[in-house]
């Protein structure tokens, strides 16, 4: 949808970006359309885990902590369900409410290994399967690592590839920032994305399950539902380039670095946002999942809202012949509905801009991060005395003023969330349009967005999700 | 010490920076220096605040929670003192450690207004008390207020030229930034350092207790110990520039804005500073003061360390004359000897380089931040068992390949810090010296240091505090 061009303001080396842009607009691939189309018809559709859905009670290896409910692995690994009171006070108003949320406090790996091949850059990704996938086996990418993997303190092999992540020499890396996850339901995790080259004696022939594609060819498959998983997406969010030649680009012709031009005005969106998050103030206490109000376990042993409203921790029993352990339990949240991630984009004469919002969520750790035109689940806001409607609510569920110029069903990741998609909708405005904005949404131009992706932690993961698919 | 010139990537508008340099380096001012001292002579010493310590048990209007023995305002208002265990992972090495920490998850704001002066840029100071100062009276912005007082949610009467620092025009903002408090004793804690200018028609002359200082008479000020106060030396450290003409200046005088071309290899030093967050895990959770290890109530009913080290936590009891209550009772911390900030620097052909780290604090939202070269006290290194004395320790205690350029106590925040000042220590390596540096340690231009303060929340309060000796 975007051509790329010359990169201002990104930290992505000038020698790299013909590469890149060759990835993108370039028909060259090792690999063609066709041939690629039937790995995934045979790599992607065979699922080897056998998931069911059981009580949080008859998950093996975990427990209720005894003093305060909390959902905990026996040997304090992996990741827990906390509960935490909220408190979110934006000017006059306060809202106040309870909930359950996933306590992971460490940095994981999500990786891409690339290499050039014929001038073109080749992206290494992994059919890899997940319990909550939907269709079992996603897109994922080279290396998804947690901590525990990667320090190795627990033993076990490491992750194929994963030394390649560790401690990358300056010059082979791409990309590498801490974004955070979902903050909506993860605690103050940040996972690191990564983009890595490879040395020209990196093998072409890759290991069974994994493939080189174009950007091209992924941004074809980022069309389909639910088949590039949420790590990916996440990941190439920091390769959406505005197009060659408009705004600010136009000066890199000049002597200066391109990369060392912030983009036009950004200093602007910089006060607009740090505004916002003086304006936001957010307050998260543990307390313990027996101590929330609202919350409980549910009929079926699972722990949900009282009036089945936002999400539920459910367990799962999985059994496999495709991994080390045969078989294991855990938590995993479920949200029954899919939920709408939407853009609204409009042509201006400086180029595309994109309607974003300063959205405080309670996992992140500076609360306001830059989050997408809407971001809501449907259901949360139906009938609900204490939510109000978010902005262009109704312009997501049925455009009046737009049209929509992309649909597609994107899934979570499915090591957390079960079978939970989100449709991401971006809408195109009419011209001409007047759209008076409330103070927390903003439009900005692509290069301002892609800006704050490279600052790291400002561009919260939904916004990550469906910038991607502007590819 | 440093000249200012033009600025690039802070977002300071081009048009104030020659109001910003006259008010650094011209010897106009509204008052003569003279006056100046007469008038802090008159204002600084007239300590009205009359203190005693008295045990924690003794604080009418305050009490432990009974479920975990945090000490808290009976109303709730106002802050706490809370327990927390922390877990710091860097690679192999994890350590383990329990402490009390200030809560108080709101953003308050210290805002300085400006006004030009016969094309000299003039900073409103205030001469103000806070039961914990040093001399009771020190030099304080324009405005420190806390939520309560600007949201107005209990009454009471709003702060002198408040107003001027709820919703700027953007056209007055010349800086307004979150940025984080000292992440070793407040949890997640920010204040918004703000610098506003004010109309032509905003008067000349001020309240009682407040002056119009130039950066040239404030700097002189910065010689004097504990005079300055630490809000003030937070905001100015904003408008810290290079020298004209030094770097990536000389490109401004091209057709670029100078505030949209990021300084020169900016992105490498990002680059640095995202691998070392992506190597620290930090964990803190609140547990209670009662079930912290190592801390308890002592024999005089301070809440401290059980080997006496780190800081403790004492009751004060306040009687005053000069403020709306007459009297009040809080708990305030107290660290028995000063620590030492140091800055090492050195001259390169780039110009000045700073020594900085990338400093993980269990208190800061994203845990590493940029820190000065040195931030230790030395009593908590002394003979322990648990912690490893800091780089450069010995250094700063006795200069050896480095001289002294800058030696002087600057006091903490007197509102929550008793009588505690800290030594700021800036040393200039000897010439052709060669010093291997570990992984959390880089050598940083100055423009790259205000790109950071002028992101926001990226350089920690001591950072801050030292940076402004340099003005």
Redesign the interface.
């Known amino acids: 949808m975007l051509m790329h061009g010359l990169v201002s303001?990104?930290?992505i080396r000038p020698e790299l970006i013909p590469l890149i842009n060759a990835s993108r607009s370039a028909g060259k691939s090792i690999h063609d359309d066709s041939f690629v189309d039937e790995w995934i018809r045979i790599n992607c559709h065979n699922a080897g885990l056998n998931t069911m859905l059981v009580p949080l009670e008859d998950l093996a290896g975990w427990r209720r902590e005894p003093q305060n409910g909390n959902l905990c692995h026996s040997t304090g690994r992996f990741f827990s369900v906390i509960g935490i009171r909220c408190?979110h006070?934006v000017?006059?108003s306060e809202l106040e409410w309870d909930q359950p949320i996933i306590e992971q406090?460490?940095?994981g790996i999500l990786g891409i290994l690339v290499k050039s091949i014929g001038g073109v850059m080749h992206f290494c990704l992994q059919a890899k399967e997940e319990p909550g996938n939907i269709g079992g086996v996603q897109l994922s990418p080279t290396v998804q690592a947690t901590?525990s993997n990667y320090?190795g303190v627990h033993g076990g092999a490491p992750p194929l590839f994963l030394e390649y992540f560790l401690s990358p020499k300056?010059e082979r890396?791409i990309f590498?920032?801490?974004q955070t996850e979902d903050g909506g339901r993860f605690l103050?995790k940040s996972n690191?994305n990564m983009i890595i080259d490879t040395d020209s004696d990196f093998p072409l022939e890759l290991p069974e399950r994994f493939i080189w594609l174009t950007l091209r060819q992924i941004a074809g498959l980022l069309r389909k539902d639910s088949l590039v998983n949420a790590c990916v997406r996440s990941i190439l969010s920091s390769l959406l380039f505005e197009s060659s030649g408009a705004g600010?680009d136009e000066?890199a012709d000049?002597?200066?670095?391109p990369?060392?031009?912030?983009?036009?005005g950004?200093?602007?969106t910089?006060?607009w946002l740090?505004?916002r998050?003086?304006a936001n103030?957010?307050?998260a206490?543990?307390i313990g999942l027996n101590d929330l109000q609202e919350w409980g376990v549910d009929g079926k042993g699972f722990f949900s809202h009282n009036e089945k409203r936002f999400f539920r921790i459910v367990g799962m029993q999985i059994k496999t012949t495709s991994r080390e352990v045969a078989a294991w339990c855990q938590p995993i949240i479920e949200n029954p509905a899919p939920g709408i991630i939407g853009l609204l984009v409009r042509n201006s004469p400086q180029g595309v801009e994109i309607l974003m919002q300063a959205k405080a969520e309670v996992g992140n750790?500076?609360a306001v991060q830059l989050g997408p035109t809407a971001q809501f689940t449907q259901g949360n806001y139906a009938d609900s005395k204490k939510l109000k409607k978010p902005f262009l609510y109704d312009e997501f569920l049925a455009p009046k003023m737009s049209k929509s110029i992309h649909e597609s069903c994107q899934a979570e990741e499915g090591a957390r969330f079960y079978r939970e998609c989100n449709i991401h909708r971006i809408l195109l405005l009419k011209d001409g349009t007047q759209l008076p904005l409330p103070e927390d949404y903003r439009w900005l131009p692509l290069p301002h967005l892609q800006f704050l992706i490279?600052?790291?932690?400002q561009v919260n993961s939904c916004s990550r999700s469906i910038l991607t698919c502007l590819l």
């Not at 000049?254 to 670095?257: E, H, K, L, V």
């Not at 490279?454 to 932690?457: F, T």
């Open positions: 303001g990104t930290g408190r006070r000017e006059a406090p460490e940095t901590y320090s300056p890396i590498a920032r801490m103050y690191r600010q000066e000049g002597s200066a670095n990369a060392e031009i912030c983009p036009s950004i200093w602007d910089l006060q740090d505004d998050r003086a103030h957010m307050l206490r543990r750790k500076s490279h600052l790291g932690e």
